[in-house]
């Protein structure tokens, strides 16, 4: 009895949140609202002919310098990419929705590629992240960080090459929370058997398409015995199907611990929400920082957003200080996934050139250089590679 009140709780509350519709299928209707139907993992698209339109969201704080300063560097490459600027500060629509801009949800339907300065959050009661916003506007089922060491930028660590891959729809940021009674609050952690199985499906998919040779999934089963446990169980049945890639799972906190002893052990992880966030911040620091970090978002129907994920930095925001690096380097991910390979190698060369090189670097990479000037010595390098 106590069993059937508690799951009439949950549903109500899931109903509430918009993840259950009563007389509809329980599972499918859930995993319809967060994302989780297809299966299929979208392959990178081929914009090799002609112009191609990029939604370009600048963000806040650093991010119209950064963004200027990879729109420079692509000039002089002669990237074939077309941008279309938006704003996407949160509106509220009808019934009280926070939404983006209609404009620019047109913008990234009909280009189905972003490239996104950092985004400032107001702390205010009711008002969303406007990232995670964006995720769930767009479905962006999968986040994707490489972390590779940068020859010339020294780190503890010089041998790190690996990616993690987050599932970014559901989980602990399902945002599901209630209060119980006073001082006593709720929140519900999200697992579905869709999502799971997708973003297992994508991690494997990406580990064979990009000559990746294991993947490990970061769980705590031991402890979340239902929820861990389902997306666990998903990851196995998947890795069946890639028999030429090795499988190995680990909880969150030995992969932890083992990441910081030796990196070199791993090569794609793939892992639910909250342990995402956390343990690519984590890789990110072994390889320097979030200022050299870059970030994909895949997503549903053939949406990639491509993103810096360091802060907005406003302390320095209009001086010329801003290191545009990982919004560059996200911006090569971005080319690679449209199959313009040429393009993206030749500003990799020249950004990692530079920054080898020690000459020409801005503050947080060990120099006196403003952005611009580091900026004009990609552009110098990369216009040398014609």
Request: charged share 25%; proline share 5%.
């Amino acid at each position: 009895m106590a069993g059937n009140a508690w799951r009439s709780t949950i549903l109500s509350l899931l109903e509430k949140y918009g993840l259950w519709i009563k007389g509809k299928s329980k599972t499918n209707e859930v995993s319809r609202v967060m994302g989780a139907v297809r299966s299929q993992t979208p392959q990178p698209r081929n914009f090799t002919r002609g112009l191609q339109t990029v939604t370009l969201i600048p963000g806040d704080g650093i991010g119209p310098e950064i963004s200027s300063a990879v729109v420079k560097i692509f000039e002089a490459a002669k990237a074939p990419i077309q941008w279309e600027e938006k704003n996407v500060t949160a509106i509220k629509g009808p019934g009280g929705k926070w939404m983006i801009p209609p404009e620019a949800k047109e913008s990234m339907d009909k280009s189905k590629i972003g490239l996104k300065g950092p985004l400032k959050t107001p702390i205010a009661a009711g008002h969303p992240s406007m990232n995670l916003l964006l995720r769930k506007t767009f479905d962006l089922y999968a986040n994707v960080r490489p972390c590779v060491s940068i020859e010339g930028y020294k780190t503890p660590y010089t041998d790190v090459d690996l990616v993690t891959i987050r599932e970014n729809t559901e989980g602990e940021y399902s945002g599901i929370e209630h209060v119980i009674v006073d001082g006593v609050v709720q929140s519900i952690k999200l697992i579905t058997e869709d999502a799971s199985r997708r973003i297992a499906e994508y991690a494997f998919e990406y580990a064979r398409n990009n000559q990746r040779s294991s993947v490990t999934a970061v769980h705590k089963a031991n402890i979340m015995r239902m929820s861990d446990g389902l997306f666990l169980r998903k990851c196995r049945e998947v890795a069946e199907n890639f028999k030429d890639i090795k499988f190995t799972e680990m909880y969150l906190d030995t992969v932890c611990l083992n990441m910081v002893q030796d990196p070199s052990q791993f090569d794609v992880l793939v892992m639910p929400n909250l342990y995402g966030d956390i343990l690519s911040d984590l890789c990110a620091g072994l390889i320097g920082g979030l200022g050299v970090t870059p970030s994909g978002n895949i997503g549903a129907n053939g949406v990639a957003i491509f993103e810096s994920v360091h802060g907005t930095a406003p302390d320095i925001a209009g001086k010329d200080l801003a290191n545009p690096t990982a919004l560059l380097l996200s911006a090569v991910m971005m080319l690679r996934h449209m199959g313009l390979h040429g393009h993206a190698q030749k500003i990799e060369t020249a950004c990692f050139d530079t920054i080898r090189d020690k000459k020409v670097l801005t503050k947080d990479l060990g120099g006196n250089s403003k952005c611009s000037e580091f900026t004009g010595e990609i552009c110098r390098r990369v216009q040398d590679m014609d």
